[in-house]
């Protein structure tokens, strides 16, 4: 995008993705400074990561970030979107960054019928409170998944992992 990127990773270890992203805060940083002829750092702000639930939300944060580029008014198409993952799972260009998912694999067994799948479900309309959700875990890297998950997850950590209710309770006589 032209103003943030986003990355779907699964990480092997716990600082596997922090690693990634400060290689890129040393090395591409450097390259786009010299190539480019400016100094100091490249983005606003720090990364923010997003512990996602995939057994419910993997195909829902594909779906969003593979059609980012046309909701934004980018492109027509997610084919057309030259940094985007949707040539490989959807259309089967090979692309030596994407390594594809354990749930992607288990769309279909044979390849073209998994890339006919993926296509199906990028062809239904994302939900909008999904795509809320979404937006909303990725800009305040809150944990995205279903109340399980977040209780497990919070526990796991000792702390919040999802924005707490607003407000309180004035009507019940606790609160008086």
């Given amino acids: 995008m032209t103003n943030h990127v986003h990355l779907l990773m699964t990480s092997h270890d716990g600082m596997g993705i922090g690693k990634v992203m400060q290689s890129v805060g040393r090395k591409y940083v450097r390259y786009f400074n010299h190539r480019y002829g400016h100094s100091g750092t490249l983005w606003e702000g720090r990364y923010r990561v997003t512990l996602i639930d995939s057994e419910h939300y993997l195909f829902s944060c594909m779906h969003y970030i593979e059609l980012n580029p046309v909701r934004a008014g980018m492109v027509d198409q997610a084919s057309a979107y030259p940094w985007s993952s949707y040539k490989c799972n959807a259309l089967g260009k090979q692309d030596e960054l994407v390594t594809p998912h354990l749930a992607y694999l288990g769309l279909a ?31 305040r890297a809150w944990v995205l998944g279903c109340d399980r998950f977040k209780a497990e997850i919070e526990g796991q950590l000792g702390r919040r992992v999802a924005p707490s209710t607003r407000g309180g309770d004035r009507k019940s006589s606790v609160a008086r």
Avoid: Q, W
């Fill in 109 to 139: 067994g044979v390849a073209d019928d998994r890339r006919a799948a993926y296509r199906a479900c990028l062809r239904a309309v994302l939900d909008v409170t999904t795509a809320d959700e979404i937006r909303e875990a990725t800009n």
